[in-house]
């Protein structure tokens, strides 16, 4: 296979699809994962124990969900690395803690929205960083027969000419993604993250869910919003521009792909139930709420998946 980045022998084992640092608020720590991947089509969840966490009582090695083998060469490998780890320590370990603020400016915009600058990282490195988790992302989900992800070859090849040139220090290479603008945010007030996530039918933005980070990519400049025109970020401005707050913004964004997510699982399970039972759409719906709902108050954990599993092997049976 050939690295997405280089076009060279992809030899490199273990290639993080998102960084460990960015997913470690909503998997856990690297090789202590716990994990859940979401098959929204066939109503499914696979869980994924790493192999230091005291759940991992299978002897099965399974595959981890955010890493994979043979995507990347060495070299474009160890260069993401270190990318990687100059935004972890420059920024996800420090924009919440006081005794770092004068790493960053901050300030707050009209619409209310509090607005973080870092002071040590350039707005090259971290458009570098979010486009190559964009590519990866996007490559390797669509490698696995996944839901297919919705950005264009056309544009998914200009985001690799970036990457490219950036990792490599080509020249004009910054030309490739310049009229592209990316709105990025995290949570300054809050250590939760969301999914790792794409909405596969938006194109205006394409939005993607890192776990800490929710990130809107606008290929189209004439679809961006009059209200978000202070958060955009381009690649020839001087510093990136970073919304961090108040909470209740990223809740909202964090709820809608959540609802996205149930509202497709529940209807094609749904769907599969009417299949297997010959009952209608507004029976299987009330039945599966119903076994919900009880099974939150008995607080079982996942009740949705549980309610699943449980109903798919009674109208199997």
Known sequence: MECIICDKTANA????????????????????????QIDSSEATVDVYFGRDNSNN???????????????????CENKLGKLEGEFSTEFLQKFRAEKFKHNFNSYQ?????????????????????????????????????EHPIILTEKELNKIKSFVYGYLYEEK????????FNLMLTFDKYSIEGSLVFAFEEYSDPYTFYFCEAIVNLFTNKDKISKDFNDCMNTIKQSKTKIIVGPSVFYQELKSKAYRASID????????????????????NYMELNMLVLKYEKEKIENP?????TILRKKYKS
């Open 13 to 36: 084992t273990g290639s993080h699809v998102v960084p460990a640092s960015l997913i470690q608020k909503c998997v856990g720590k690297h090789y202590s994962e716990e994990s859940y």
């Open 57 to 75: 009582t299978n002897p099965e090695i399974k595959e981890h969900h955010y890493k994979a083998d043979n995507i990347l060469c060495q070299t």
């Open 109 to 145: 915009i009209d619409s209310g929205l509090e607005i973080l600058e870092s002071n040590k990282l350039t707005n090259l490195k971290i458009h570098a960083y979010f486009y190559s988790i964009i590519l990866r992302f996007c490559r390797i989900t669509n490698a696995k027969n």
């Open 172 to 179: 004009d290479y910054i030309e490739s993604v310049s009229d």
């Open 264 to 283: 497709d699982i529940n209807t094609n399970f749904i769907d599969e139930l009417c299949e297997l039972n010959s009952k209608s759409f507004e029976e």
């Open 304 to 308: 949705l998946f549980s309610a699943l």
